[in-house]
């Protein structure tokens, strides 16, 4: 430090670092706008541009005061939590400014898990709350840094131009990350670009530095000819860089993003498949109220889920690594749900779902959903798992419906559409998994179905009047006429297709005419759900015996249709599937029941849940215990973390110069020490002076420390005559004892005590986080020994 510099150790910033700041935040601003197409929205603006305000303070601050490293970083983070809650979580604050202890926790989240959440939500981003933490600590870190770096770095002389570069490379990496965290479709991209190279390039050249001194007339030219030299940058880097990203920028399906790179984290497939248990509705649940829905018309269906991926054994979604952007791809989503292109709408709006004895992750709704909100029950406070599949409509709460949630749906559903409008109409050239081990028979019967028919309509509608005509529905109660297997496995698809008479259910039929459309090449996939009977206006009673599965065809320019190719007879005749006559049959006794195996495991049994699963746990935890230990550890860390680290290189300091290996060196020490100590406290310690300087100076900031304290709490030494013993000491040449090194260090304890006795507390507290090292200054001392 110089000794030119004010006693309170404050700095003025020049003019050109306050410029130098304002164009990093510009520049940032610029970088931080790219943003929007992420949130669908202006909402990120608050944390974004809260984060800038909050880290350039704080550089700024920082470097009026002269903080050290360690102690502007303590500074920092304590000024992110406290004012964070502001900015990105205010509806968390005590009276919408103050922290709270979940808004602190929020933010801690935010800052370690918002980035992996970012980038798999499905956009526009407005849940989970913590999301919006992202924004606010990118902008706080890059204004921190690049307002550091600005305001002590670049001021100093002399000033490279790769200097100024480095510290563009902050909101450079804002700009970036706007993109990267994105979608494929820009924002203002041509602007936000022109105008980031724009005001970088003029930065970058008024900065330069001549680097020789001229006369007023010369600086007068050469202040022209640089004006001009940027000018001509400026209006080059606009025409070429605005005609080459023109000309070579990418399609917007083609932009690398980062959501479209990293897998969802929810995996559907580790739930068993919703078709799999059709007939726990259909048998253990007939009569149950699954949930009350309200504000549907009549002919409308629930959705509950859709399944494109056929493995021979079942239907299921498509795994996420199968396809980025298929059936089994959830994305952590809002209220506001993004819209469906491929339909033909009709809309549907305050769709009112009241959960009763249904249970499960796959969360029952109508159509394509584009606002969904929860109004009651636990699901309020687990709004951040709400997961949603654009392509097929479906929604899953990996924590699960209970009874008593409630949500309010709006929608879109595809309008209906007749055959007869479909006859001209092809199918849509849709991507979906291949079918597996799908029977042959299958096949042989699709083509004896459609044989006449020569349009796509005209064979699905075909296959399904051969359906719904010729087949029987059972449901394999104890009350139907004729039993009918579960399942819908190859096995059982070719026992449906091969018996005299087609006898099941919705689960049957829907999986043989989907597998039949499939075999045609058309783009077909399982839905299951339900269709209650609607009274418009009415609110209804959904109950197992309402539980459906229907089959949708995807149509050009028009949207998936839907085809229902279940029968309704019930009256199965009984002359043409006669019943074995029973017959006694001698005892045998039978051979231990073999193990199944998992996959086989794929009956209604694996739905039920076990009130058992839960004895094991003698004790559980409330979530609230982790949200006030993190909110009360957190904050301790950030504070007694730094002070450890502290401590620990201090205490080695000491004790390093104490163990030198001569004893002229541990005095040397001892004053060094002492040196390093004051500074640390907050005195200004001249760095160009002799031992016997600095004595007399600090002894005058002592008393004038007191003064300014109006106090005499504090104890007298005199610094001067232990300097000048230390410099006896170090230029006499002669060996020293033992003793006078350890009294060295006593009188040096002595004098650290007596210089921080008049300080206030707060100096003293923060004293504990500052390092300075006298190594610099003791080498000039130890050079001038050796001179001597």
């Known amino acids: 430090m110089s000794t030119s510099q004010q006693p309170s150790g404050r700095r003025k910033l020049s003019a050109r670092t306050w410029i130098d700041v304002g164009v990093v935040v510009m520049l940032a601003t610029i970088g931080l706008l790219g943003f929007e197409p992420s949130f669908g929205g202006y909402s990120f603006l608050l944390p974004a541009l809260g984060g800038l305000v909050v880290g350039a303070a704080t550089g700024i601050i920082a470097s009026v005061f002269r903080l050290n490293v360690v102690t502007t970083i303590l500074v920092a983070v304590i000024a992110y939590f406290l004012c964070g809650t502001a900015f990105a979580v205010p509806q968390q604050a005590i009276f919408a400014v103050l922290p709270s202890l979940q808004s602190l926790s929020t933010i801690a989240i935010g800052t370690v898990y918002g980035w ?59 700009y970036v990350a706007s993109i990267l965290i994105g979608t494929d479709d820009p924002y203002q991209a041509g602007v936000r670009g022109i105008s980031f190279g724009v005001l970088a390039l003029i930065w970058l050249g008024m900065r330069r530095s001549d680097g020789v001194n001229v006369a007023q007339a010369g600086a007068r030219r050469m202040r022209t000819r640089k004006f001009a030299g940027i000018a001509v940058v400026v209006a080059v880097a ?70 494109d991926s056929y493995t021979g054994k079942l239907w299921n979604v498509t795994g996420s690594e199968s396809s980025a952007a298929g059936s ?32 499960d992750v796959w969360i029952p709704s109508i159509g394509y959903p584009t606002d969904f909100a929860f109004t009651g029950g636990t699901a309020l406070d687990a709004r951040d798992s709400l997961r949603y599949n654009t392509s097929t409509g479906t929604a899953v709460l990996t924590t699960r419906l209970h009874e008593g949630d409630s949500y309010t749906v709006d929608a879109r559903v595809q309008k209906v559409v007749t ?66 297997r579960a399942g819908h496995g190859a096995d059982r698809i070719t026992d449906l297709l091969e018996r005299n008479q087609m006898i099941g259910d919705q689960e049957q039929y829907a999986s043989a005419f989907a597998l039949m459309a499939r075999s045609f090449g058309y783009p077909a996939r399982v839905v299951m759900g339900f269709a209650p009977e609607i009274v418009d206006g009415q609110s209804v009673d959904v109950t197992g015996d309402d539980v459906t599965a229907w089959v949708e065809v995807a149509f050009d320019d028009v949207g998936w249709v839907a085809f229902n190719p279940t029968p309704d007879e019930t009256d199965i005749p009984q002359d043409q599937t006669p019943k074995p006559q029973s017959e006694p049959q001698p005892q045998v006794r039978q051979p231990p029941r073999a193990e199944a195996e998992p996959e086989d495991l794929l009956t209604p049994v694996e739905l039920e849940e076990s009130d058992e699963d839960d004895d094991g746990l003698a004790f559980v935890i409330p979530g609230w215990v982790y949200v006030l230990g993190l909110s009360l550890l957190i904050p301790a860390f950030i504070i007694f973390a730094p002070l450890l680290i502290v401590g620990i290189i201090k205490a080695r300091r000491a004790r390093r110069r104490r163990e030198a290996s001569a004893a002229h060196d541990q005095v040397a020490g001892a004053w060094e020490e002492l040196v390093d100590q004051y500074s640390e406290l907050g005195y200004d310690v001249p760095s160009k002076a002799t031992r016997v300087m600095v004595a007399e100076q600090l002894d005058s900031q002592i008393v004038g420390q007191a003064d300014s304290a109006n106090t005499t709490d504090y104890r007298t030494v005199a610094l001067r005559p232990l300097a000048a013993s230390t410099d006896g000491v170090v230029f006499s040449g002669q060996e020293v004892s033992a003793e006078r090194s350890a009294e060295a260090w006593s009188e040096t304890a002595a004098a650290i005590e007596a210089g921080r006795a008049g300080l206030t507390r707060r100096r003293r507290a923060v004293s504990r986080y500052r390092i300075r090292s006298a190594r610099d200054w003791a080498s000039r001392i130890s050079t001038k020994r050796e001179n001597s």
């Open 116 to 174: 992996a959440d970012i980038v798999t939500l499905q956009t526009p981003i407005e849940a989970p709350q913590h999301i919006t933490v992202v924004p606010y600590v990118a902008t706080w870190i890059v204004a921190l840094v690049s307002t550091t770096l600005a305001t002590r770095w670049l001021s100093r002389a002399p000033r490279a131009a790769w200097r100024f570069g480095v510290v563009l490379l902050g909101p450079l990496a804002i």
């Open 238 to 307: 606009v025409l070429l860089g605005g005609g080459a990203g023109w000309w070579f920028a990418p399609a917007q399906d083609q932009r690398f993003v980062l959501r479209d790179e990293i897998e969802p984290p929810f995996d559907p497939l580790q739930y068993p498949s919703p078709l799999a248990g059709f007939r726990h509705y259909t048998k253990q649940v007939t009569d149950d109220v699954l949930f009350t829905v309200s504000g549907l018309k009549a002919g409308d269906t629930v959705r509950l889920a859709t399944l």
């Open 419 to 484: 055959i007869a409008e479909l006859s001209e109409v092809p199918v849509a050239a849709v991507e979906l998994p291949p079918v597996s081990a799908s029977p042959d028979i299958v096949t042989s019967k699709a083509q004896e179905y459609a044989e006449l028919a020569t349009t796509p309509a005209a064979q699905l509608e075909a296959i399904r009047l051969a359906l719904t005509s010729t087949g029987f529905l059972s449901h394999g109660r104890a009350s139907d006429a004729v039993p009918s």
């Open 328 to 359: 089994g791809t959830f994305s952590l989503v809002g209220r506001e749900l993004p819209h469906q292109s491929f339909i033909t709408p009709e809309s549907r709006s305050d769709i009112t779902f009241t959960i009763g004895a249904y249970s």
